[in-house]
C-alpha cells in the first residue's frame, strides 16, 4: 500500500525560528514522487516542490530546504527564520508508477501557526 | 499564464437546487481534476479528465456530474447535494495524467455550504 504520514497536526512556532515539517512515505515501487505543497488560509494548493526518487540531494530555495532520505522513507521540510506568513497547513504527497491513475497520495497535513 | 481560476468563489445552495461549478485554465495542460476537501483534511480525487474524457471516477455520488466542455474548461454539476457534501471544491491542472512526475497547479478552490 501506499500512504504519507505526517505525524506532526499543528505546529506553533514564534517568527524567526526555524521550524522542520516530517513527512514519512511508505511505497512498494522504486520510481516514485514525492511533492510538498503549502495551502494558505486562502485555500489554493501552492506547488512548492517535486523531488523524484533517484534524486537524494538536498535541494534548498531562499529560506526553504528539504532532505531527501531513502533508507528512512523521509522527505523533511525546514523553514528557516519563519515569517508570520508562513503560516498555512502543508501537504506531502506521493505518486508512483505502482498506481497506474497516478494519484497524488496526500498525507494528513501539519498546520504551521507562526507567531509574531 | 499559470494561473487555475474558478468559479464562485462561494457558493450556498439548498438540497433542492441545481448548481455549478466552473475552472479555467490556459496553460495548455491537457490533464483537468476535481477534488473534495473538508475542513482539516487533505483533499481527496473526485475526477479526472485526460484530453476532454472522463478517465477517473473515484466513486463519486451521480448527484455530482462532471464536465469538460473544452481542454479549458471543466464543470461540476450539483444536484440534490446534501449537507455533508458541504466543503471546499478544488480544481487542479497537469500537463497530461499519464506523466507522474507532473505537478499538479490548484485553483483556490469553491468553498460550498449545503443548507
Known amino acids: 500500500a501506499q500512504k504519507v504520514t505526517q505525524a506532526q497536526t499543528e505546529i506553533s512556532v514564534v517568527e524567526k525560528e526555524d521550524v522542520t515539517l516530517d513527512c514519512v512515505y511508505e511505497?512498494?515501487?522504486?520510481?516514485?514522487?514525492l511533492f510538498w505543497y503549502k495551502q494558505p488560509p486562502s485555500g489554493e494548493l501552492v506547488f512548492l516542490i517535486r523531488?523524484?526518487?533517484?534524486?537524494?540531494q538536498n535541494e534548498i530555495s531562499g529560506r526553504y530546504s528539504w532532505n531527501f532520505q531513502k533508507s528512512t522513507s523521509s522527505f523533511n521540510f525546514t523553514i528557516t527564520a519563519s515569517q508570520v506568513v508562513d503560516s498555512a497547513v502543508y501537504f506531502c504527497a506521493l505518486s508512483s508508477l505502482l498506481d497506474s491513475s497516478y494519484k497524488l497520495i496526500f498525507g494528513s497535513g501539519t498546520r504551521l501557526l507562526v507567531r509574531p | 499564464d499559470t494561473e487555475v481560476t474558478q468559479t464562485p468563489k462561494h457558493l450556498v445552495m439548498g438540497m433542492t437546487n441545481k448548481k455549478s461549478l466552473k475552472c479555467e485554465q490556459h496553460?495548455?495542460?491537457?490533464?483537468m481534476y476535481w477534488y473534495k476537501q473538508k475542513a482539516k483534511k487533505p483533499p481527496e480525487l473526485m475526477f479526472v479528465y485526460s484530453y476532454e474524457k472522463l478517465s477517473i471516477n473515484e466513486s463519486v455520488p451521480s448527484r455530482f456530474s462532471p464536465e469538460c466542455p473544452n481542454s479549458s474548461l471543466l464543470n461540476l454539476h450539483l444536484h440534490a447535494l446534501q449537507p455533508e457534501d458541504s466543503a471546499l471544491y478544488l480544481c487542479?491542472?497537469?500537463?497530461?495524467?499519464?506523466?507522474?512526475?507532473?505537478?499538479?497547479?490548484f485553483g483556490p478552490g469553491t468553498r460550498l455550504t449545503v443548507l
Open positions: 487542479a491542472s497537469s500537463q497530461d495524467r499519464t506523466s507522474y512526475d507532473n505537478e499538479q497547479f
Open positions: 496553460m495548455g495542460h491537457r490533464a
Open positions: 523531488r523524484n526518487s533517484f534524486d537524494e
Open positions: 511505497t512498494r515501487d522504486t520510481t516514485y514522487y
